[in-house]
């Protein structure tokens, strides 16, 4: 990384602090300023006073000495409690911002990206990262020490400009004080830099084990979703035993890198230690040329010392903030991952007549990073009103096709069309107020069952009745004394329930009903559902979907009789269409095979 990127790396961070907390930014620094300046007070003021003591001078002088010291430690340490108690207050508005960033970012992320494999690495390592103290805690320490050892530095070189410029320590001493002082510097930046890049090679080393340790493992067994199955399996032991495999390993690598950097510590410390006995040996020799006051030496020693380290560590933290930075970039690769779909700005006309029709115009799409079609050259038209049904065996292209309908993704080739324009030209908002949709993998949420069936804090009860009636769950709405403040799932309330597939499936139903949009599209909507709930559902489907257009996806033939129209989809392509009569007249299509298959399982009776 070049030192221009470090630079606009470092800028956009503390940019980012202080537009996340400013009481954050400011008090972190005045923390760090205050850290500083506590510790020179009593060494200048020590030495004045045993200066004075020397001098002989009034008891008064001395009191005065003594009330100066104390008062200024003590209005210093009041000022930086109260100052690190705001930034205590403040940084739990950071944390709480930066996920709110995440969740705010996923939101505006395209869903092709959301879905991105890519994506899902990178989010993951850079919360790990997180936790490891990477991005946010080391530019957090890098500011606040920024701020410290530069204010230890100038007031530690404010303190002892007389002793560097005192005429009677020979000159060949201050340079060899000099020489050892850059000597131990220079030697503290190299073996901290190699310290430094040993314990990075060992984070990049580990950062799979420390992903598999944390993820696969420990969120598993936490997990109280995943018991059932650990313990069904019986993969307690093995887990335990993969997980204390792992750690033996850590640990064995861990011990090897802290011998490492003891053996880089030690000429450090040994530089360090020489440079003190130096430091006293030249002031001994000041002080018999009688160039040195008593209080000055200890005021000497102390000062230099303390400079050594504050520079040391300037150089530390400006190190751990050159690797902080390459971990800053892929936190910010993140954020920048660009929206490709192209956003149109164009109003779906509202129609009292709901006369809205859609054509997919040869249409061709494969997933990201995959080179398979999964679908090719579909065309098809339908309009409001109808009742579509698509069917197909699994992995024919039957959700990929909503997908796309629904501007998930955009087709690789071809046009979807709404009225005669182009998906992609509509304000995508606008676009998705059109549709209601029941995806397989639907998701239910820890809030109260009004509020997933509005998908809103806020709802209309008797609306949300009505859906749920409509939906088949009347039954068990009443079972609720909660009713509709019943909650979902034990997150949030421990008389939460845990609905069954069947039933949560029938709240996604609702939820599709409450939003009363002019299409509705259901996907698999009865594969959770017991025979019984099934045949409800789609011998009631005409009625629940009313005037509107549905789509009506499904490997079961049998409930998909009722649709207008049936468009059978096999390996991507649509290879028949038309109504249930004349497909399953054609012996030798795809439908009557399927139909032949499924027949024996669903008569005629139970259909
Ligand atoms: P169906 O709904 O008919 O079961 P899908 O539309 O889910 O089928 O899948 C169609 C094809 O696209 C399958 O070959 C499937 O493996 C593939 N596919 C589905 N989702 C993805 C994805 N996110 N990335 C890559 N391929 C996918």
């Known amino acids: 990384m070049k030192l221009r990127e470090h630079i606009s790396i470092a800028k956009r961070a503390v940019k980012m602090v202080f537009s996340q907390s400013k009481a954050f930014a400011v008090c972190t620094m005045l923390n760090a300023f205050l850290a500083a300046i506590m510790p020179y007070v009593p060494i200048w003021f020590s030495a004045e006073l045993i200066d004075a003591l020397f001098a002989k001078a009034p008891v008064e002088t001395l009191i005065f000495y003594v009330m100066l010291t104390v008062g200024t430690v003590f209005l210093l340490q009041l000022l930086k409690t109260y100052v690190s108690h705001q930034k205590d207050i403040s940084s739990s508005v950071i944390y709480r911002m930066e996920d709110w960033q995440y969740a705010e970012k996923a939101m505006k992320m395209a869903y092709e990206s959301i879905e991105s494999r890519d994506v899902q690495l990178l989010r993951n390592r850079i919360r790990m990262e997180t936790q490891t103290g990477y991005n946010r805690f080391y530019l957090h320490m890098c500011m606040e020490y920024a701020v410290r050892y530069t204010t230890e530095i100038v007031c530690s070189l404010a303190l002892t400009v007389s ?21 131990t510097i220079v ?13 990075g090679n060992f984070f990049e080393d580990n950062v799979v084990m420390m992903n598999t340790v944390g993820e696969k493992y420990s969120q598993y067994i936490g997990d109280y979703s995943a018991g059932m199955d650990i313990r069904l399996y019986q993969m307690t032991e093995d887990i335990v035993e993969s997980q204390s495999r792992l750690n033996r390993e850590h640990t064995k690598k861990s011990l090897l890198l802290y011998k490492k950097m003891t053996a880089l510590s030690i000429p450090q410390v040994f530089l360090n230690h020489a440079l003190q006995y130096m430091t006293y040996l030249v002031l001994i020799v000041g002080a018999i040329a009688g160039g040195i006051s008593v209080g000055s030496i200890a005021k000497y020693v102390s000062c230099i010392m303390m400079m050594l380290t504050s520079i040391s560590k300037l150089v530390t933290m400006f190190q751990i903030s050159i690797v902080n930075d390459g971990y800053l970039k892929r936190y910010f690769s993140y954020f920048d991952i660009p929206n490709k779909m192209y956003q149109g700005s164009l109003t779906v006309e509202k129609r009292d007549d709901n006369e809205y029709y859609v054509e997919f115009r040869d249409v061709s799409f494969k997933y990201p990073n995959s080179d398979v079609w999964a679908l090719r050259h579909v065309n098809l038209k339908f309009k409001i009103g109808e009742k579509l049904a698509v069917v197909g065996m699994n992995g024919s292209g039957k959700t990929t096709f909503i997908k796309l309908l629904c501007r998930l993704y955009d087709p690789t080739e071809g046009e979807i069309l709404l009225n005669g324009v182009n998906i992609k030209k509509y304000d995508y908002d606008e676009y998705m107020s059109v549709f209601s949709v029941v995806f397989q993998d639907y998701r239910l949420f820890a809030f109260t069952l009004g509020q997933n069936v509005a998908a809103n804090t806020d709802y209309d009860e008797e609306r949300v009745k009505h859906c749920l009636h409509q939906a088949g769950f009347k039954e068990r709405l009443e079972t609720l004394p909660n009713g509709t403040e019943t909650y979902l799932f034990k997150n949030y309330d421990k008389n939460g329930i845990e609905f069954s597939g069947g039933e949560t499936q029938k709240i996604a139903l609702a939820r599709a009903l409450y939003k009363d949009a002019p299409f509705i599209i259901l996907d698999e909507p009865t594969a959770a559902l017991d025979p019984v709930s099934e045949y409800e559902v789609y011998s009631n489907f005409n009625r629940i979907s009313g005037e509107k257009t549905a789509i009506y996806i499904s490997h079961r033939l049998a409930s998909c009789r009722f649709c207008d129209k049936i468009a059978v989809f096999d390996h991507g392509e649509i290879i028949q269409s038309g109504s249930h009569d004349t497909l399953v007249d054609d012996k030798k299509g795809k439908y009557y095979e399927l139909w032949r298959a499924q027949a024996q399982y669903y008569t005629e009776q139970t259909v």
Do not use: H, R, S, W
Request: net charge positive; aromatic share 8%; proline share 3%.
């Open 187 to 199: 030697c503290n930046i190299v073996l901290t830099a190699k310290q430094k890049k040993e314990d």
């Open 163 to 183: 002793f560097f410029t005192n005429q009677t320590i020979p000159l060949y001493m201050k340079l060899g004080l000099l020489a050892l002082l850059t000597l």
